[in-house]
């Protein structure tokens, strides 16, 4: 009986223990958790994380370096650098440049841009395969500028006093240098009106453009030049007639201070004592003054050559050879054999060779004999082709009506 009692009373027991578990929400919410556990199992966070960085090529430091300081592990880099490096010369990365860039925990570039300059920029991305580049260009916007005044001292300082670029004064120089010498020719009260395109990339000036037009009034004597575009692209600049105002060679191959020593047939030399000729023309300037080449051709001799020392000999055509000595060095790419163009620099001014201080040594031969340069009066170049002057002359009548200036003599003091 006992027995029967105590069974009923622990089966009523576990009867309401049982029912206070399933009526009990937090217990039954608790329960219904912990199963859904056991059937999923832990939850694995896979959120990607990246983070933004940004810098500024620095003098001395390549990009390599850069993005190595910046966080990125050497092995991203490189291979980002190889899928860039084929549409950038990343040896021509300069200060200044700059990019940005997403990358990863594990220091993995997700993606960047390079901006080189201020007119180009290039995308690194991923694709499927890899890393890609793309380039883009941003647009430069060309203004059209008119600069006019007068000359009191000479050309650049008019370009100062009227508070212009006198990049301009250089320009219009380079163009008309053929007919004018800027050095000895300007006189008080020669005016000069010169129309440039004005460049601008994003609000930021670039500087000067073509030059579409310039007048020079010399003495009474105008010189008029206009810009014409030849088939590749390359400005030229013509007479009224279509012209041209450039000459085969320049008038001189530096920016020189003074003519140390001229052309003769007998001339003591400093250093040997001796009278001999002298087929050449001496330019005393500084050294490490660029010197340039007067004309396209071809060099036949970049060495050095006894007395003229560090020396290249240019053939320009089958008339004309132009000689350089006493060259402290070098221009870039100067070897045998290479192609030359009009005003490239071909070396610098030193003291090499037989030489009592920094001057050039400037020989010009024609038909392989030395003759005067400063006695030469050079061909002209190519007129604009008989094909395109309907479109030069449409293209010089536009430019007339911009150099249509006031009175420029008002503006004398």
Known sequence: MNCGRA????????????????????????????DTADLVGPVAVTEHTSTGIAD???????????????GIEPPHAVRVLDVLGAEVNLRSCK????????????????SLCYRKGLTERYWVSTDSSGYAVTKDEIPVIAVTKRVEGVVLTSLWEAMLSIGEDPEAALKLADILGWEIDFVTDPRRGDTFLIIYDELFCQGKRLGIGDVTGCKYINEDTEFLAFGFAD????????????????????KSPLNYRRISSYFSNRRYHPILKIYRPHHGIDYAAPTGTPVVSIGDGRIVRASWNGGFGKYVEIRHNNVYTTCYGHLSGYGKGVRTGARVRQGQVIGYVGSTGLSTGPHLDFRVKKFGSYVNPLRMDYPKGEPVAEERREDYFEVRDQVIKGLRSKELAALLP
Not at 95 to 110: F, T
């Open 7 to 34: 069974s009923l009373a622990y089966a009523s027991i576990c009867l309401i223990l049982i029912l206070a578990l399933l009526l009990c929400p937090g217990c039954q919410k608790s329960g219904e958790e912990a």
């Open 56 to 70: 500024t090529l620095r003098s001395g430091e390549s990009l390599y370096t850069s993005l190595i300081s910046c």
């Open 95 to 110: 200060p200044g440049d700059s990019y940005s860039a997403e990358v990863d925990e594990d220091g993995c570039v997700l």
């Open 231 to 250: 088939p590749d692209g390359r400005m030229e600049y013509y007479d009224f007639d279509g012209n041209s105002v450039r000459r085969v060679f320049l």
